[in-house]
DNA sequence: CCGGATCCTAACGGATACTG
DNA sequence: CAGTATCCGTTAGGATCCGG
């Protein structure tokens, strides 16, 4: 199960090239499994929680608290996709009270810096972004106004 | 409406700087607009869609042929959000049959960069994250198994 | 302190039919 | 062709209780 199988993967055969070619994958066909990674990314917390990890391990709650508004539930149900992805690697300490530290593996590393950027983009842009939307619920307020 | 007060800006006062800091400003603050942001980008569709933008202006038919499982419903849903935060371009022709066109605006292209670099990072890494899928479903077999 | 299990609601999102 | 409106199933996700 869980077939990994790149689409067009079994065509090659008997093909010298083992590795396909990069184009030969694109999330927009609908199978694929790298849309299903972007899927993942566009999960609406996996970028905050992904972002807070960036300066070393850090614990269940203390994430929890940087997240603002992420539920116990979603922050569990998050931090073990990422672990499933290979993204995050999940540590715990046999105490009392129990310890249980996330840490971004070398993977998770490397997706840090595409989701910085966006992260970046939005803190630069969110100025543009809600003068266009007075302007357009300006324009559009025949349409539906308060 | 839609008051683009800054968090703590009220607080800067006389401050000789009206421009706020962009740490002021962080995504992880549960109102700050730019999680609004944050959260258009993670939409499903979001992504792609833009995706298809980036080499000139295309037709709703055209984009929704692109987009792989995208309805028509949820096209015009990501449009229509896509326009109002300015980052793209409606322009409707008065013909029949009608055309509709769409074009990313100048702040939409400077989404497109951090967003390709995201659908790169999925397609680079699909295949190691796959690969931990195996061994995560693999280890946990005990909980939950087929 | 960490997080699993459950219940329950709001939304997301698809299918279909209809307008211009 | 582009878009709206409606219906309706599926799921995301919050609240709460519980167990390790």
Request: charged content about 25%; glycine content about 8%; hydrophobic content about 40%.
């Amino acid at each position: 199960m869980v077939t990994i199988t790149a689409a067009g993967a079994s065509e090659l055969g008997t093909r010298a090239k083992p590795a396909f070619s990069l184009d030969d994958l694109n999330p927009y066909a609908d199978g694929c499994p790298s849309r299903r990674l972007l899927d993942r990314i566009g999960d609406k917390w996996t970028v905050l929680v992904v972002g807070t990890l960036d300066d070393g391990p850090r614990r269940f709650s203390d994430i929890r608290r940087s997240v603002a508004g992420i539920s116990q539930k979603m922050l569990t149900q998050t931090l073990r996709g990422l672990e499933r992805d290979g993204l995050v690697n999940r540590t715990v300490y046999a105490e009392v009270p129990p310890r249980v530290e996330y840490e971004l593996t070398v993977a998770g590393t490397t997706l840090l810096a595409p989701l910085k950027a966006l992260e970046r983009w939005s803190i630069e842009h969110f100025g543009d972004v809600s003068a266009s939307w007075e302007l357009y619920d300006d324009t559009h307020a025949d349409s539906a106004e308060s």
